[in-house]
C-alpha cells in the first residue's frame, strides 16, 4: 500500500503579534530583524531596539510588519511633536528628530546604491534641507462618510490603511492651508447626499490658497456655495469624475516663482508640481551649480513637467529640448518659456520609455542632460540618453531604488558618479530625494 504523504499548509504569519530584536534599518528607515530564516521590515522600530509588531504581509522570503510596542527602546527615539503622529499615515519618522531621520535614510541609501552598482563609496555633498514643519504647498486630504454614526472624518489616512484619522490641523502642511479642516467640516454636512464628495486637495500657489473638491456627483450651486462660504479667502474648485474642473468662486490661475532665477511658472490645478517649495528652489540652483552651463551648451532635458528645470537651464544654455509625456504639461511648458520671454526653449510630447521616434530632438547633439523621472525611475530611457554621448547627465531622483537601477546601467556605459547629494522634499517620512552627477 503506497502512502502519500501531503506537507502542511504553511500557517500565514500575517495578522499575529511577534517579537524582534532590530538590528538595523533600510534606506525607508524600516527596522530589519529576523524571524526564522525571514528576514523582516518593521516600520516605526530603529536600530537596537526590541519591539513587539503585527505583521502586514508574510512572503515566501520576508516579512513586513507595523510596531506596535516599544520593549527597548533607542536613544534615538523622541516623542513625536505631533498629537496625530501615532495613527495618521502622513508622516513616518516623527519618533526620531529632524536630524537623525536624515541620517539613517542617507546611510541607507548609500548601502542600497553601493550593493546595486558596485561602487565601494559614493561622492555625497551636503544634504539639500529646509524647514521641517509648514512645508507641504500641496496636499491630499481624505474624506469618509461613517453611514452608520451620520459623520464625517477628514483628515488623512492611517498607516497601512485606507481607514480616515480625523485631524483638526497638521504640522507639515503650509500654515496659509491650515482652515481648509475647519472649512471642511463646515459645508461637508450641508451635502444632499453625503457620499458625493471622496476627498480634497490643497494648494498654494502665489500666496493664494486653492482648494479642489473631487466629487463623483453633481453638486448643486447652493452646495458649491456653501463651501466658498466656509472659507470666504480660498479660491475654490470642483473636479467631476470626468476630470474637468469648474470654479466655484474667483477664476485664478496658480502659479509659483523661483526667485532666484526670477522666473514665474503658471500650472493648471491637476499639473505636477514640487510640493515643498524652499527645497524645490534649492534644487533649481544646485542644477545649475553643478552643470555649469555655458552659452554653448545644448541641453536635454527629460520628464520636464511645465518647466520646472527647464526655463532656468535656458537662461544660461544655447538651447534646451524638452521632453514630457503629458501633453497638456507641454503646452504649459511652452507657455512658460514665452511668459518668461525664453525663445530658445522647444518643448515635445514623448512616452519616454518606449523607443524614441526620429524626432528632430533625437537627431540633435547635446551636451548635457537632466532627467527627473517619477517613482518608476527612467528605464528605457537611461539606455537611449547614454547613446547620445553627453557630457554630464543630472539625475534627478524620488525613488532610491529606481534610481541604483538606473545608475548601475549609466556606469556600465562609460559614465562615473561625480556627486551626489540627498534632497530632504519630505521631512519626517521615510521618503529621501536625490540629485547625482554623472560625467563621462
Known sequence: MLNLYKAKPKTSLTGKTLTFSIDSSDYEV???????????????????????????????????????????????????????????????????????????????????????TGLTSLPWQPMLTAADSGYRRRARIGIWYDKKQRRFSVGFRQHADKQIVAVDSCMVLSPLLAPVFAALNQALPQLKDATAVTHAEVLEAGGTAFVIVRHVKPLTVTEQQGFVAAWPEAVWLGEATAGEFSYWNTAVTPQYHLAEQQLTLQFSPDDFIQVNAAINQQMVTQALDWLQLGSNDTVLDLYAGIGNFSLALAQRAKTVHALEGVAKMVQQLATNAKLNGLSNVEAWQADLHLAWPKARWNKAEYTKVLLDPARAGAQGAVEQVVKLKPAQILYVSCNAATFARDAKVLLQSGYSLEKICGVDMFAHTSHLELMALFSR
Open 30 to 116: 524600516h527596522g530589519i530583524s529576523k524571524h526564522e530564516q525571514k528576514i523582516a521590515f518593521i516600520s516605526g522600530a530603529l536600530p537596537g531596539e526590541r519591539v513587539q509588531a503585527k505583521v502586514a504581509e508574510d512572503k515566501a522570503g520576508y516579512l513586513k510588519a507595523l510596531s506596535t510596542k516599544v520593549l527597548q527602546a533607542s536613544s534615538l527615539r523622541i516623542t513625536p511633536p505631533c498629537q496625530y503622529a501615532a495613527q495618521c499615515g502622513g508622516c513616518q519618522l516623527q519618533h526620531i528628530s529632524a536630524a537623525n531621520q536624515r541620517g539613517l535614510k542617507q546611510q541607507g541609501i548609500d548601502k542600497l546604491i553601493c550593493h546595486q
